[in-house]
């Protein structure tokens, strides 16, 4: 078989065109229609974004491009759409199709398709149709009543389109209920189950069903729980001190009317009038609280109690257990078996355990300390009778007591032994250690204790260490005793002229010394240092304050200047002032407060250094306006005490004067009645003393025996002042005319016969003619 062979492909190309325009003619000669007419093309329209079940609904299929004749098919999610078998209307014109639904349904929903066709091709266009309908009932949720415990089935089902989201929400606490609470169960159809309901559900529940169209579907309701009478707990134990009251309790809980007896050891108990036995019952929100009171318990009444509850739903009971008991005794033989400096043994003999075994004893021990005691404790199990006692202070008092306890409490505490820890060195160096020079062979050392609690027993004293710097020589030390001062000083000397020492201070106790302090290095001076001038007030104001010192003794080194501090009293820093020394030592303190107290000392100043202070001075200013630039001895607030002062003692020194005057008069007269008694006759010089008061003579109530009735009348009595006898009946009531109050009470001697002549009615008046 010969194989015939391809025509190049040049020769191909040359006769393509030619044979595409031969196809081309040749279908124009037979159907010259596909040379005239265009592929139709179908008008886009805007559909409704969604319709309501009900609406009416209509859509347009529209040729926007072709020539006619045109056919119009419809689909509905693919299937044809025939009028004839559904209630969907088709209308069908020359280039115009539509579809017409009077009242859309929710089975109306979908996709629908238009295809448009001519002799030259067609076109197709999909547009969806959807439909929402608002909510409905299916079934509404009804009222519920349940005993507790029981299931909680609340039913809510509704249709729509789009399907509903259904929603619960507690009405009490207006909580929306979800899945996440836990004992909320939700099915699809919008049922609400509590599986196991609770006091706590009873209540008014709201269902709401929406979708977005239309109104929101809500329906409440009412949720009542059935409570039985229960007692949620069944049984306990009380325990109660022999002698105490006892309160059972028994709390009820169920619908009202709710019915509790008692029983004691299962047998009924009869409460009486006038016995040791009381029941109280009380109404609560969720049912009955019965208490059964027993006073003055005693270990008869240990036995099992039952409270009954009844209501009409049901019976329950609780049981509860007395238990009478003593606290255990005080433990015995507490002693000290062995101490160490920071530990220590303790035992105890085991008391008796109260009618309940003892859990554990409690070991409580303190440090005795002025500033308040912090009480330890270290509990120790019943079976351990000792104790060892750890991270103790040093040198240091304690005190310790053992108490028992059961499961009733704790008992008394035995009886306090005490202790005190071995001593050990001191921790800690003083501190505050400073060194200063004094002079040319002495070195001030000035120090703090250490804290007390770093002591590890009583300080006896302090060493102060020193040599000279950087000597190979061993320290030589000073001795000082401790006592309560809070600081120390004391001066090194006699040491060598301007030579540098080195110093250092420890603390000791009876165990050992402590640590020293830091090495302090310090130089004597070449000479000595100024001492203490002389100071004192030339005068004061209300805003100054002049001061005038002498020279100051210095060594025959002279003094360069001096230094004056001063501040107002309780206030806080210092202010000073530099005064260089001159013929005139005076100085004034200017801008001062008026009225206020300043304290002030001076220091001298050689080329050596500072002096010593002098002693303090506390002056107060004048108040405001008064004293200004007067001496001090003129200053009024001086003179005026000063003049009170004098003014004072004048005036008791007249009281003085007039007293013994007084009394001077008050013996010669007695001494006159006394010669008056005897029958003679006194005779009262024109200087004597005249008593005219007649208004304050007192009334003798109750005359002594053997006087007569006459001189128990009060008389008035005159003394004149001129030569004349005094003539009375009884003269010791002229005698108590002259006595003190407080001797006018007193009985006096009874005189002896008169020969006087007695007068009217008893009544003596004598005057001066």
């Given amino acids: 078989m010969a194989l015939t062979q391809s025509p190049p492909s040049s020769k ?13 003619v040749t279908t124009a000669l037979v159907h010259p229609c596909y040379l005239l007419q265009e592929r139709p093309k179908i008008l886009p329209l805007n559909t409704p974004e969604f ?49 017409v639904i009077d009242s859309v349904k929710e089975k109306h929903a979908g996709n629908y398709t238009c295809i448009l066709s001519n002799n030259a091709g067609k ?85 709401e069903a929406t979708n977005g169209v239309g109104k929101v579907l809500t329906s409440i309701v009412q949720v009542k729980l059935r409570v039985p009478a229960r007692f949620e707990e069944k049984f306990s134990v009380e325990t109660v001190r022999r002698g105490e009251t006892a309160s059972l309790k028994c709390e009820a809980i169920g619908d009202l009317p709710l019915e509790v007896t008692w029983a004691k050891d299962k047998r009924n108990l009869e409460i009486k009038e006038l016995d040791r036995y009381e029941r109280f019952e009380t109404t609560v929100e969720k049912g009955l609280t019965s208490e059964l009171m027993i006073r003055s318990t005693d270990r008869n009444d240990g036995a099992l109690y039952t409270c009954f509850a009844k209501n009409d739903y049901g019976l329950d009971e609780k049981n509860i257990k007395l238990v009478i008991v003593e606290v255990p005794a005080r433990p015995l033989d507490v002693r000290v078996q062995e101490v160490w400096s920071r530990s220590a043994t303790i035992s105890w003999s085991v008391p008796y355990s109260g009618n ?25 199990p019943s079976s351990q009778t000792s104790v060892l006692l750890k991270s103790l202070h040093p040198g ?35 501190t505050d250690v400073q060194v200063k020079p004094k002079g040319s062979s002495s070195l001030l050392v000035t120090w703090k204790p250490p804290p007390k609690e770093l002591w590890n027993g009583e300080l006896r004293g302090y060493y102060i260490d020193y040599k000279v710097n950087s000597s190979p020589t061993s320290y030589l030390f000073k001795t000082v005793e401790s006592s ?31 640590p020293p302090s830091e090495e302090i290095t310090v130089k004597t001076l070449e000479g000595d240092l100024p001492l203490p001038p002389p100071v004192e007030l030339v005068s004061n104001s209300d805003s100054a304050i002049s001061l005038k010192w002498g020279k100051s003794p210095s060594h025959n080194i002279p003094v360069t200047g001096y230094t004056l501090h001063y501040k107002k009293k309780n206030s806080g820093e210092w202010n000073y002032v530099h005064v260089v020394a001159s013929d005139n030592n005076m100085y004034t ?7 206020a107290t300043y304290q002030l000392y001076l220091t001298a100043v050689n080329q050596f250094g500072r002096g010593n202070p002098s002693d303090y001075l506390s002056i107060t200013t004048n108040p405001k306006g008064i004293g200004i630039g007067l001496p001090f001895y003129l200053n009024l607030a001086i003179v005026v005490p000063v003049t009170a002062s ?30 008056l008694q005897s029958g003679k006759v006194v005779t009262y010089a024109p200087g004597s003393q005249r008593y005219i008061d007649m208004e304050k003579a007192r009334r003798v109530s109750n005359p002594e025996p053997g006087t007569p009735a006459a001189a128990s009348i009060a008389s008035y009595a005159s003394i004149p002042s001129r030569d004349l006898e005094l003539r009375v009946d009884d003269p010791r009531q002229e005698l108590k005319s002259f006595l003190p109050p407080q001797m006018r009470d007193r009985p006096l001697p009874h005189p002896k016969p008169s020969s006087l002549k007695k007068r009217g009615d008893s009544h003596l008046y004598d005057r001066a003619d």
Avoid at 12 to 24: G, Q, Y
Wanted: net charge neutral; hydrophobic share 40%.
């Fill in 12 to 24: 191909l190309a040359t006769r393509r065109p030619k044979l595409l325009l031969f196809v081309l």
């Fill in 396 to 430: 240091s008092p304690y005190a310790v007591t053992v108490v028992a306890e059961n499961e009733v409490g704790q008992g008394m505490p035995s009886q306090t032994i005490q202790f005190v820890t071995g001593e050990e060195a001191p921790v800690s160096p003083p």
């Fill in 589 to 595: 303190i200017k801008d001062l407060e008026s009225g």
């Fill in 123 to 207: 076109d197709i266009f999909t547009a969806a149709l959807i439909v929402k309908a608002p909510p409905t009932w299916i079934k509404k949720p009804i009222n519920q009543e349940v005993f507790l415990g029981e299931p909680i089935v609340l039913e809510c089902q509704v249709h729509g389109h789009p399907t509903p989201q259904i929603t619960w929400t507690r009405l009490k606490d207006e909580t929306p209920l979800s899945t996440s609470a836990g004992k909320f169960l939700f099915s699809n159809d919008g049922k609400l189950q509590i599986p196991k309901s609770s006091e706590d559900d009873e209540g008014s529940y709201k269902c």
């Fill in 356 to 380: 309940s075994p003892i859990t554990k004893f409690i070991v409580q021990y303190w440090q005795e300390k002025e500033n308040g005691q912090r009480l330890l404790e270290q509990t120790i």
């Fill in 646 to 675: 004098v003014v004072a003692f004048v005036v008791v020194l007249v009281v003085i004067v007039i007293f013994v005057k007084k009394t001077k008069a008050r013996k010669a007269l007695e001494r006159d009645l006394t010669s």
């Fill in 51 to 99: 319709l309501l079940v009900g609406e009416k609904f209509s859509y347009t299929c529209t040729a926007k491009v072709g020539e006619p004749p045109f056919s119009f098919q419809w689909l509905k999610n693919g299937n044809e759409l025939m009028s004839a078998q559904t209630d969907v209307q088709i209308k069908n014109f020359e280039d115009i199709s539509l579809i």
């Fill in 484 to 514: 309560s001062n809070d600081s120390y000083e004391y001066i090194l000397s006699p040491l060598m002229k301007a030579t540098r020492y080195s110093v250092v201070v420890k603390a000791y106790n009876g165990a050992g010394t402590g």
